[in-house]
């Protein structure tokens, strides 16, 4: 009884971080996110508060995008891999598109060959990640990265 009581308080507390960092996401209070996601990475509670984590990695890191803050959202993704969590294809592609927003097209294009790669285990990029990756590098004028990267686009089963 007792374990199930604590396993239903760490259930609401993450549903209740988790919508936090949803409505940090929304508005773009990056500060908020970070200090949330910072805080849920570092707690000494019960493992099963980790759960929340990527997802809540994936909203740090676009409260970030939207507050124009891209070092910070690689803070965060960092931040989270440092304590072994497993990256999604949402987080990557979360991170892309904060990379992407603040013009940083050679960080996006790095996370998304990380993808391509195995750096981050069996993730692969989908047509978000390359998306966000080609508006970034078209933005930056890049236009040879563009046409290599459409081509792979292209050669992807996606």
């Not at 959202?73 to 592609?93: E, M, N, T, Y």
Request: aromatic share 6%.
């Amino acid at each position: 009884m007792a374990a199930f009581a604590a396993e239903s308080a760490v259930r609401k507390a993450s549903a209740a971080t988790l919508a936090a960092l949803r409505q940090c996401s929304r508005s773009g209070n990056w500060q908020q996110a970070v200090d949330i996601v910072s805080k849920a990475l570092n707690s000494r509670d019960t493992p099963g508060q980790l759960r929340l984590c990527m997802a809540g990695v994936v909203q740090g890191i676009a409260a970030c995008q939207r507050g124009r803050q891209w070092e910070r959202a690689v803070q965060v993704f960092d931040d989270a891999l440092g304590h072994r969590l497993q990256p999604d294809v949402f987080a990557c592609s979360a991170l892309i598109g904060a990379c992407e927003r603040g013009r940083q097209w050679e960080s996006a294009l790095q996370v998304l060959s990380d993808m391509r790669g195995s750096k981050f285990g069996k993730v692969r990029p989908n047509i978000v990640s390359y998306n966000s990756t080609l508006s970034g590098i078209t933005a930056g004028s890049q236009w040879r990265h563009s046409l290599r990267l459409v081509a792979e686009l292209l050669g992807a089963a996606l």
